[in-house]
T-cell receptor, first 110, second 115 residues
Framework: DAKTTQPPSMDCAEGRAANLPCNHS???????VYWYRQIHSQGPQYIIH???NNETNEMASLIITEDRKSSTLILPHATLRDTAVYYC???????????FGVGTQLTVNP | EAQVTQNPRYLITVTGKKLTVTCSQN?????MSWYRQDPGLGLRQIYY???????DKGDVPEGYKVSRKEKRNFPLILESPSPNQTSLYFC??????????????FGEGSRLTVL
């Protein structure tokens, strides 16, 4: 699976949009981009995933560049409860060895 | 309620004393996996299983064993625990779909301390 690069930390003001970048320049054509988050030491929580097109669900939006070498997770109106470590992962259908990396620590400030 | 259940949640043990951390899921998922989490190292995969009787090594399998005799259970076995296996452990499961990987559902975690 392709490796990802994320900034170690980011800050965001409560109520503003949080834009979390992820670089995956070696991604192959059949690899999906997944985002998870982990609040404190709880089990990670699935957020969203995509292949080529932008995706939106009740939690977030995922913007994938046309060349698929990077993506951005958008939390449109961040709240204090969104403070967490966010992980970007790329994954093929077959070969389910997943590497989470260290992710981005997002801190939402009041 | 759909969930992944790990036991024990907390355990303090001594070097060399065999232990098993159980993991059970009630979602009929084919895929199950174990991770360990250590400060500054993120989540690292120990073992994973694509289905019953099918297991594969992840990034850090040394010192661990797993088995998948039933679809719902995926125990993690430490035959002779050592202090470097002190960590926070997570079990996860996922449905396998023909077109795309399914999202992972994680357990609450098991904090293990080996003295």
């Amino acid at each position: 699976d392709a490796k990802t690069t994320q900034p170690p930390s980011m800050d965001c003001a409560e109520g503003r949009a949080a834009n979390l970048p992820c670089n995956h320049s070696t991604i192959s054509g059949n690899e999906y981009v997944y985002w998870y988050r982990q609040i404190h030491s709880q089990g990670p929580q699935y957020i969203i995933h995509g292949l080529k097109n932008n995706e939106t669900n009740e939690m977030a939006s995922l913007i994938i560049t046309e060349d698929r070498k990077s993506s951005t997770l958008i939390l449109p109106h961040a709240t204090l409860r969104d403070t967490a470590v966010y992980y970007c992962i790329v994954l093929e259908t077959i070969g389910y060895m997943l590497t989470f990396g260290v992710g981005t620590q997002l801190t939402v400030n009041p | 309620e759909a969930q992944v259940t790990q036991n024990p949640r907390y355990l303090i043990t001594v070097t060399g004393k065999k232990l098993t951390v159980t993991c059970s899921q009630n979602m009929n998922h084919e895929y199950m996996s174990w991770y360990r989490q250590d400060p500054g190292l993120g989540l690292r995969q120990i073992y994973y299983s694509m289905n019953v009787e099918v297991t594969d090594k992840g990034d850090v399998p040394e010192g661990y064993k797993v088995s998948r005799k039933e679809k719902r259970n995926f125990p993690l076995i430490l035959e002779s625990p050592s202090p470097n296996q002190t960590s926070l452990y997570f079990c996860a499961s996922s449905p396998l779909r023909s077109i795309q990987p399914g999202e992972l559902f994680f357990g609450e975690g098991s904090r293990l301390t080996v003295l």
